[in-house]
């Protein structure tokens, strides 16, 4: 079936091309940067009002990286349940500051604590430096829950697209290395599998603000070389056993060229016996979910997976 675009999502794309804006994919890692940077007020909502939050560093095996640590006024329960969120960005753009709103909600609605890692990008610091990051620095907290007040049997850990294949390369490794274990899994339109193989990935619909040809640009960035992509650590999908991983809400995009592999990992957790909650938006495009003030479906998610986690924590 063809795919009709909501009409918040037609919007942006015409104010994306009427800008002129060139594509990510023909600038340099640090041009992208930069780019993406450019009018995130244009597109975030205002943030709900917490009652802290603070930057912290935390030790990872390679030196101390950033995380954001964010506390909502009201706590679902006390001690709290937490979220420990990894940005999207492709693995070489995005930061806290380009996720800070969502996270600001989420802690919000959910009554959660969140904790943002800013992991190393890509291609400064190549595969697997961001699931190495990741793990250590989620270890780090999960062991230090006292210090924040956090339930060790409440910690949840979430993404969106390359954070949610990070997401998903945490929690494997959990389930294979001694834990945490994890109350549940946030995959929002999540990357996970590098090989590009997927029909999305070919579908011209698809080629919205995400292309194949960004997708390439962004893997080439990460990955050292094709023999990478077979590692489940860059592409979860490939992993052995989905057996005893984490309950999980999986969400994907129709415009997307990561809509099917989201959809085939979805599927192989449910095959080996993972509860699952999916939802799919498909008249949105890969991205949307932090432009909450142009796209009202981006405010919709953020209340669907904050509710989602309140049920469960």
């Known amino acids: 079936m063809p795919i009709v675009l909501d009409p918040s999502a037609a919007f942006v794309m015409e104010a994306f091309k009427a800008a002129g804006r060139p594509k990510l994919e023909t600038l ?7 780019a993406s940077r450019m009018g995130r007020e244009i597109v975030q909502p205002d943030p709900p009002e917490l009652a802290s939050v603070e930057d912290i560093t ?4 390679d030196g101390p990286i950033p995380v954001r640590v964010y ?3 009201t706590l679902a329960k006390s001690p709290a349940p937490a979220l420990i969120f990894y940005h999207g960005g492709g693995w070489v753009i995005c930061d806290l500051d380009s996720h800070d709103v969502v996270c600001r909600q989420m802690a919000d609605q959910a009554g959660f604590m969140v904790f943002s890692i800013d992991y190393r990008l890509a291609p400064e610091h190549k595969f697997p430096a961001a699931a190495v990051d990741c793990i250590a620095a989620t270890k780090w907290i999960v062991d230090n829950a006292a210090k ?5 049997n409440r910690i949840f850990a979430g993404g969106d697209s390359a954070g949610g294949n990070l997401t998903a390369v945490v929690t494997i490794n959990a389930r294979d290395n001694g834990g945490p274990k994890f109350a549940g899994q946030v995959l929002v339109y999540p990357a996970t599998d590098m090989g590009m193989t997927h029909p999305s990935h070919a579908n011209p619909e698809t080629d919205v603000l995400l292309s194949s040809t960004l997708m390439r640009w962004f893997i080439d960035h990460y990955l050292t070389g094709k023999a990478d992509a077979a590692d489940w650590r860059a592409s979860p999908l490939r992993a052995k056993d989905f057996k005893g991983l984490p309950q999980a809400f999986v ?3 129709g415009a997307d060229p990561l809509h099917d592999e989201g959809v085939e990992y979805k599927d ?13 938006y498909p008249g949105q495009f890969h991205g949307f979910w932090t432009m909450g003030k142009l796209v009202p479906e981006a405010n919709k998610l953020t209340n669907e997976i904050s509710a989602w986690l309140k049920a469960r924590g």
Do not use: H, Q, W
Not at 58 to 61: A, G, S
Not at 148 to 152: E, K, L, Q, S, Y
């Open 28 to 34: 340099s890692a640090e041009e992208a940067r930069a």
């Open 58 to 61: 935390v030790p990872t095996p």
């Open 71 to 73: 506390k909502p006024k």
């Open 148 to 152: 924040f007040g956090i339930d060790t």
């Open 251 to 253: 969400m994907t995009a």
């Open 268 to 280: 192989k957790l449910k095959a080996a016996g993972v509860e699952v909650t999916y939802v799919d």
